[in-house]
């Protein structure tokens, strides 16, 4: 088990669906201690019964929204973990009518700030606030995506907002490095969760992408979990500053083969 006695904070867990939540099943079976935020007392319930079914208690209320809201969950969660050793963000938004349409004609400044504070900011402020709790070889990891260098249609801002969150990974790599904190994405293939139901036509986004993937398919939370449990253990000693891909190959292949070999 190689996470035993770490003790990891994740930030984005909405129902059973989310991509948070495979990663809390990877890094419990690795044997990792685990903290949950939930975003309001919306979600609160969802996010109990998936914690205590993997065997966690630790729950506290965090709008990364809000400076406040980030600065009494720390505080909480100092009452219970003096320091720890890792941090999960699992967090992005954009309004919805930012992720409908051409990109030029329905961007607006307002959504653009909204898509970057809460999907690429929140990452920094977390890390700020977990400073002074974190232990030495700690790490942190984010949630991106391939709309970060290409682009596609309906993703929109969210394609900006990302591509600032990977560059916020390199600059926090380097911010942080010397007190022997690493930062890293992974940059998962589309899974449908309930932030992937915002973008306009996303189930027919995953056919083709199942088409063009060297796997021939779509990859699950789980799968994306284990690469989190990975990096966010000292077996990933090395590795900081880095996006990982975990897409089934997606963006290293251009086309289909299946639609273009001979049989
Ligand atoms: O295809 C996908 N699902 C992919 C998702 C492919 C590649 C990357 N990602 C990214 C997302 O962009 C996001 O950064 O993975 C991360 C997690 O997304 P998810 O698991 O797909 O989505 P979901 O289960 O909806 O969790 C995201 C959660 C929010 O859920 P909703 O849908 O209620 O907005 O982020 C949280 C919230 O729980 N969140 C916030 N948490 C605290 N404060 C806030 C906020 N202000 N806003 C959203």
Redesign the pocket.
């Known amino acids: 088990m190689f996470l035993e006695n770490k003790k990891i904070l994740i ?5 059973k ?4 939540a495979g990663i809390a099943r990877s890094m419990t079976e690795q044997g990792a201690k685990l903290a949950f ?3 309001s007392e919306r ?1 609160k319930r969802n996010v109990e019964k998936i914690a205590h079914e993997l065997g966690h208690d630790v729950l506290i209320e ?4 809000k400076d406040e809201s980030i600065h009494s969950m720390y505080q909480e969660l100092s009452k219970t973990w003096e320091n720890f050793d890792g941090l999960v ?5 954009a309004p919805a009518n930012e992720l409908d349409g051409n990109f030029v004609d329905v961007a607006t400044r307002e959504g653009f700030q909204i898509a970057h504070d ?2 690429s900011f ?1 990452f920094t402020a977390l890390a700020k606030g977990a400073k002074p709790l974190l232990n030495k070889n700690s790490s942190l990891l ?4 391939l709309g970060a260098v290409q682009s596609l249609p309906n993703y929109n801002v ?1 394609g900006l907002a ?1 591509a600032s969150l990977e560059a916020n990974v390199r600059f926090m790599a380097s911010s942080l490095g010397k007190d022997e904190i690493r930062v890293n994405g992974i ?10 139901s ?1 973008v306009k036509n996303f189930r027919k986004m995953l056919t083709s992408y199942a088409k063009r993937a060297p796997l021939g398919r779509t990859v699950t ?1 789980d799968e994306v979990g284990n690469v989190a449990a990975f990096l966010c253990s000292d077996l990933a000693s090395g590795i900081t500053g880095e996006i990982t891909y975990v897409d089934g190959g997606f963006s290293t292949s251009a086309l289909s083969i299946d639609e273009y070999l001979e049989s």
Not at 11 to 15: D, E, F, K, S
Not at 17 to 20: C, G, L
């Open positions: 930030a984005g867990l909405a129902n669906h989310s991509i948070a935020t939930y975003q979600l965090c709008d990364v929204s963000h699992s967090i992005g938004f809460i999907s929140s984010t949630l991106t995506y969210m990302k940059s998962a293939g589309p899974i449908k969760t309930l932030a992937a915002g939370t």
